[in-house]
């Protein structure tokens, strides 16, 4: 299975992207994480499989949305009132196990997408 993260962009501080991740055959659990400028990789959302369970790190709960279509196996990441500090670039996860769970452990997932940079402006 291969994904493909879109989205990305520069957005003023305030503003509104959205991401999407489109997956080349089926997947389970999905989910989205980010790398900053001389960070590690650290986990922003998770789906399970139906969409019904939805999980979010601290610092988004309120401002990101994490959704999923499997008609399209397509996982979206809606991000509201961006700050500065969201700046990094943003991957898309997704587990082969036949769980209906939102994984937050990077360890879970089994594919990646290639990432898209998301730029906040102060």
């Known amino acids: 299975v291969q994904l493909q993260a879109s989205g990305g962009g520069l957005v003023q501080a305030g503003g509104s992207l959205r991401l999407s991740c489109a997956a080349s055959g089926r997947t389970f659990s999905m989910g989205w994480f980010r790398q900053g400028p001389g960070k590690e990789r650290e986990f922003v959302a998770g789906?399970?499989?139906?969409?019904?369970?939805?999980v979010y790190a601290d610092s988004v709960k309120g401002r990101f949305t994490i959704s999923r279509d499997n008609a399209k196996d397509t996982v979206y990441l809606q991000m509201n009132s961006l700050k500065p500090e969201d700046t990094a670039v943003y991957y898309c996860?997704?587990?082969?196990?036949?769980?209906?769970?939102?994984?937050?452990?990077?360890?879970?997932?089994?594919?990646w997408g290639q990432g898209t940079l998301v730029t906040v402006s102060s």
């Open positions: 789906i399970s499989w139906s969409g019904g369970s939805t």
């Open positions: 996860a997704a587990d082969r196990n036949p769980v209906n769970v939102a994984e937050t452990q990077r360890g879970k997932y089994d594919y």
